[in-house]
T-cell receptor, first 112, second 115 residues
Framework: DAGVIQSPRHEVTEMGQEVTLRCKPI?????LFWYRQTMMRGLELLIY????????DSGMPEDRFSAKMPNASFSTLKIQPSEPRDSAVYFC??????????FGPGTRLTVL | AQTVTQSQPEMSVQEAETVTLSCTYD???????LFWYKQPPSRQMILVIR??????QNATENRFSVNFQKAAKSFSLKISDSQLGDTAMYFC????????????FGTGTSLTVIP
C-alpha cells in the first residue's frame, strides 16, 4: 500500500479563492481524520469520519470550511472563500479502529 | 474530556547520549492506547512507539522505549544513543474506543540532537 496520499503537496492561492484539498486513505481503514497544523495553534483536529460518515466536526473553524467523504477511498476538505489566516499545513490521517493513525505527507497551504 | 500534556517545549541532547521526553494525560478510561509520533523537518508524521494500557510491560522499539506509569498517568519516551536523525518534533497522543477513536495530541516537544 502506498500509504495515505494527499494532493496537492503545496498550494498557493489568493484570498477569496476556493481551495480543495484531497486525501486517499489506506485501503481497509475505517477512520479518516483532517488536521491543521500551525506554529501558533499546533496540531488541531478539524473533522473525522467513520465509515464515510462525519462523526465530529466541532474543530472546523467556521462555515467556510467543509469536508466530504463520498466513498471509502476519497475525502476532500474545501475552504471557500480562503483567507490568509487559513495558511497552514493540512494533514489527512487514517486508522483502523484504535490502532495507530497513519498520516499523509500534508498539504502546505499559503493564502496571499 | 481527555487531555495530553507535554511540559517540555524544547529539549536538546548531545549525540550518543540519552534523553527522556515527558508526557502526562488525563482520562477516566481504563482501556486506551498511547503513542509517540515523530515529525522531522520534512513534516511527515511518523509513529515511533505504541503502548496498550492493559499491558504492564513497557514498549520498546530499538533505541526508543517508554516508561508507562498508568496510576500516575505518565508516558515518557526515552531515546538512547541519540542520533542526528532524531532531531524532530515529538508528539504524545492518546486514543480510546470509548472516545470514538479520536486521537488527542499534546503540543509537542522540539528535540535537537547536537553533534
Amino acid at each position: 500500500d502506498a500509504g495515505v496520499i494527499q494532493s496537492p503537496r503545496h498550494e498557493v492561492t489568493e484570498m477569496g479563492q476556493e481551495v480543495t484539498l484531497r486525501c486517499k486513505p489506506i485501503s481497509g481503514h475505517d477512520y479518516l481524520f483532517w488536521y491543521r497544523q500551525t506554529m501558533m495553534r499546533g496540531l488541531e483536529l478539524l473533522i473525522y469520519f467513520n465509515n464515510n460518515v462525519p462523526i465530529d466536526d466541532s474543530g472546523m473553524p467556521e462555515d467556510r470550511f467543509s469536508a466530504k467523504m463520498p466513498n471509502a477511498s476519497f475525502s476532500t476538505l474545501k475552504i471557500q472563500p480562503s483567507e490568509p489566516r487559513d495558511s497552514a499545513v493540512y494533514f489527512c490521517a487514517s486508522s483502523f479502529v484504535a490502532f495507530e493513525q497513519f498520516f499523509g505527507p500534508g498539504t502546505r497551504l499559503t493564502v496571499l | 474530556a481527555q487531555t495530553v500534556t507535554q511540559s517540555q517545549p524544547e529539549m536538546s541532547v548531545q549525540e550518543a547520549e540519552t534523553v527522556t521526553l515527558s508526557c502526562t494525560y488525563d482520562t477516566s478510561e481504563n482501556n486506551y492506547y498511547l503513542f509517540w509520533y515523530k515529525q522531522p523537518p520534512s513534516r511527515q508524521m511518523i509513529l515511533v512507539i505504541r503502548q496498550e494500557a492493559y499491558k504492564q510491560q513497557n514498549a520498546t522499539e530499538n533505541r526508543f522505549s517508554v516508561n508507562f506509569q498508568k496510576a500516575a498517568k505518565s508516558f515518557s519516551l526515552k531515546i538512547s544513543d541519540s542520533q542526528l536523525g532524531d532531531t524532530a518534533m515529538y508528539f504524545c497522543a492518546f486514543t480510546s474506543a470509548n472516545t470514538g477513536n479520536q486521537f488527542y495530541f499534546g503540543t509537542g516537544t522540539s528535540l535537537t540532537v547536537i553533534p
